[in-house]
């Protein structure tokens, strides 16, 4: 059986966003712990789900508590569930993210803070060609459900790359990022497991392209 998300998801979280502080925390921590049962259980089903049509190893539910140390905001907890859902490295590149906050629900996917050796890989192949990639994002099955590419750029273009280059807009990404949001009546609907699970799935024809791009080098030799 799919489960469904708790509603008092959406009521513990507006609370503690206008509470934020241990002291109310605490007399609530057995009620938190129970919502994060749950969302455990959920994204244990979804994995599975998920495992139909990728090879998922492991989720990630991220803590509660914040780390203050070096930011301005002191509240001690987040006010969100996030979750990451891993795929099996080193062939399978990429990975799908979950968040669920009131007025704020999204699942992302693609490549958040690559890695130098990675990015530099990624941008190496849209110089030399992009065109694969520009037609798998203009797919009406892809881009219905992600549409367009997101992601921070550099100002210009990255070292050792013109900003002449035609493909400079793809160049220039530092982060290779897809996001879709959800309102609060669709996540706690009855289906929404099977939405996150179609909407992930239909992004796989983007992970197939950047999987092999980095498990390859130039001239399409294996590097594994």
Do not use: C
């Not at 799919?2 to 925390?25: C, Y």
């Not at 099996?88 to 130098?116: C, M, Q, S, V």
């Not at 797919?139 to 992600?146: A, D, G, L, M, N």
């Not at 160049?171 to 009546?185: G, N, V």
């Amino acid at each position: 059986m799919t489960p469904a998300l708790n509603p008092d998801i959406f009521s513990f979280f507006s609370e503690l966003e206008n509470n934020n502080t241990r002291e109310w925390f605490e007399p609530q921590k057995a009620r938190f712990k129970a919502l994060e049962g749950e969302m455990k259980q959920f994204a244990s089903v979804l994995t599975s789900a998920m495992n139909e049509h990728d090879s998922i190893d492991k989720f990630k539910l991220f803590r509660l508590y914040r780390d203050v140390r070096f930011s301005k905001d002191k509240t001690p907890f987040k006010t969100h569930f996030g979750i990451s859902f891993h795929r099996e490295k080193p062939a399978l590149r990429g990975g799908y993210y979950l968040h669920i906050k009131p007025g704020d629900n999204f699942i992302a996917t693609g490549f958040w803070n690559p890695e130098k050796d990675d990015l530099k890989r990624i941008r190496k192949e849209m110089e030399v060609d992009a065109d694969e990639f520009r037609e798998l994002m203009a797919q009406p099955s892809f881009k219905s459900v992600w549409g367009a590419l997101e992601g921070e750029e550099v100002k210009t273009a990255p070292k050792g790359f013109s900003k002449e280059d035609p493909n400079i807009d793809l160049i220039k990404k530092k982060a290779y990022l897809f996001t879709k949001k959800y309102s609060d009546k669709e996540v706690l609907a009855k289906d929404f497991l099977q939405k996150v699970n179609a909407d992930f799935k239909a992004v796989r024809p983007f992970f197939d392209y950047m999987s092999s791009v980095l498990t390859t080098d130039l001239n399409g030799v294996s590097l594994l």
